[in-house]
């Protein structure tokens, strides 16, 4: 079922508004308010829905007085949460799965989807595959692309999640772009780098006492091990390194002198490759 946000959204928003003020209106005053204030038309029959989903989905500590039969909340301090309420917030919630999407498949992804589902209205039927929101074109207007990456198996994003997590080192079989042939690696797992639409391991290898980094959907055989290993204090790939190109880096930097011209001129003079990049015309 796809979900639209903003009508019932607002709905919501404004009964909550107008229960907390603690005026205990009927619920005719409530309708007539919602209409007049805030240009919300509802039906008897709607009203009544939306209490009841309201105290069901949502806990609302919703009660009608004995002596007026006006709306109040049990407990005061109650309000609902924050909602998707208008469409600027709803195109950000379409921007914000389309930017998840990047990284389906990590472990994180699945906690990401959870917080976001809980900020959102619907929450019991909403997955991020079936957000809608409205019916107009300029909502695909903006779109994020990247470097096209290689699946990564559940089983493999089982084993580092669990290795991250617990400090194991771990074995696998992998294949250099100077290596010909594949060779058993023995790693300690330090931290995973999203870099242009790829995931690589930022590791120590066991065996050659150094820093490596290796593609995720390159390791194969992956198995953990026991042995547990103490994470350094300088493990982060953005600290420890001097110079970097994405997550290619060495221990010191390289002067280099690049000629460009046509396309690749214009194309490169608007990036920031590093940080004591210096870009001047010829001539």
Same mark, same amino acid.
């Given at each position: ?63 009608? /007085?004995?002596?007026? $039969? ?14 998707? #309420? %208008? *469409? ?116 120590? /290898?066991?065996?050659? $006492? ?14 953990? #091990? %026991? *042995? ?56």
């Amino acid at each position: 079922m796809a979900v639209d946000f903003t009508e019932k959204a607002k709905r919501y928003q404004a009964i909550d508004e107008i229960i907390a003020s603690g005026r205990k209106l009927k619920w005719k005053q409530i309708i007539s308010e919602l209409r007049d204030k805030y240009n919300i038309k509802t039906s008897r029959t709607s009203f009544f829905r939306d209490i009841a989903e309201l105290q069901e989905k949502y806990a609302a500590p919703i009660d009608t /007085d004995f002596e007026t $039969n006006g709306y109040f909340y049990t407990d005061p301090k109650y309000r609902l949460p924050r909602f998707y #309420t %208008d *469409e600027n917030a709803a195109k950000a919630a379409k921007l914000i799965k389309t930017l998840m999407d990047f990284v389906k498949g990590n472990p994180l992804y699945k906690e990401a989807q959870e917080v976001f589902e809980s900020l959102s209205i619907e929450n019991h039927d909403l997955t991020l595959e079936n957000i809608r929101i409205n019916k107009k074109p300029e909502n695909d207007r903006i779109i994020f692309v990247g470097a096209p990456n290689n699946e990564i198996s559940a089983e493999t994003w089982r084993l580092i999640d669990k290795a991250l997590q617990k400090n194991l080192v771990i074995v696998f079989d992998y294949q250099s772009l100077t290596d010909s042939t594949p060779h058993k690696r023995r790693v300690q797992p330090w931290q995973l780098i999203f870099d242009n639409g790829n995931w690589n391991l930022h590791a120590l /290898d066991v065996v050659k $006492n150094a820093r490596r980094r290796y593609t995720l959907s390159e390791m194969k055989n992956l198995e953990l #091990t %026991d *042995e547990i290993f103490t994470l350094p204090k300088n493990y982060d790939f953005r600290k420890m390194t001097i110079g970097s190109f994405g997550c290619m880096c060495f221990d010191s930097y390289l002067d280099y002198k690049i000629h460009l011209h046509g396309y690749a001129a214009r194309y490169s003079k608007k990036r920031i490759w590093g940080e004591e990049q210096k870009i001047s015309e010829d001539k």
